[in-house]
């Protein structure tokens, strides 16, 4: 029996750190996978201040939107032999955020439905009571969603940036000498959106692309990506299902 991806070539744009678990469900579909990596994590090592650390017990809650953000604020936890206090609860969003919290011996007191900032700032609100402020882990590119519903609501919170995500600049020759012959591109984040718009020298309109959830659509679309699908629920598992439906739909127009 053929694979849904039987002979299609996928582009895999997301950190290379993260690429290959990817790739081998591509494969495993019948596909090709074309890692071509558009941004970098650096997890910062020492920061300037580290104050916040100190005074966690200050805080009620501690949000973290990605794998990238656990990640690195665990390490510099572990770096300055500092260890979160029992009465501070952990806000995530995302399956992934979710394995990679537990990685380090943690559960989430608060997972919202919908795997967005949004969504995880609306839910939150409506049970929130403490007077002690949340600290958010984020990353210098993370969006603005979750702290402007912090600030409309009057919910005082700080923010301390424990990763840092570049352009892969290394990919961009590899990338334009594979964008004639992909058929799907991947979208895992509104900033690998940004940094294939700035390495690409072009953006073809033969591809689909396909993005992991409604942030990285709405960047795609602000800057003019052709074609765009959304997987639901929001992740790697559910893009590649959707390509598949696709695949199989165009098979069957086409016949």
Not at 219 to 233: E, H
């Amino acid at each position: 029996m053929e694979k849904p991806l039987h002979g299609e070539r996928i582009l895999i744009t997301r950190e290379e750190t993260k690429a290959a678990e990817m790739a081998k469900k591509v494969i495993k579909l019948g596909g090709s996978p074309v890692i071509t990596p558009m941004i970098e994590i650096k997890f910062l090592k020492n920061l300037g201040d580290i104050s916040i650390l100190k005074r966690l017990s200050s805080f009620s809650w501690v949000f973290i939107t990605s794998a990238n953000g656990v990640d690195g604020f665990f390490q510099l936890l572990r770096k300055q032999n500092i260890k979160l206090p029992e009465e501070v609860k952990i806000g995530i969003v995302g399956k992934k955020t979710e394995e990679a919290l537990h990685t380090y011996g943690y559960e989430a007191s608060f997972i919202p439905a919908t795997y967005d900032a949004l969504a995880m700032a609306e839910e939150f609100l409506a049970f929130y009571t403490s007077d002690k402020p949340v600290l958010l882990i984020r990353g210098n590119l993370s969006r603005p969603t979750l702290p402007e519903k912090l600030e409309e609501e009057q919910v005082t919170y700080e923010v301390l940036e424990v990763y840092e995500t570049t352009y892969c600049i290394e990919s961009k020759r590899k990338l334009n000498r594979e964008l004639p012959t992909v058929s799907y591109i991947t979208f895992t984040s509104p900033s690998t959106v940004e940094a294939f718009v700035q390495l690409a020298e072009y953006i073809p309109n033969t591809a689909t692309y396909i993005c992991i959830g409604k942030t990285t659509e709405e960047k795609a679309k602000q800057l003019g990506i052709p074609d765009v699908y959304t997987s639901t629920p929001y992740t790697t598992d559910a893009m590649l299902d959707l390509i598949a439906k696709i695949v199989n739909e165009r098979k069957i127009n086409h016949e």
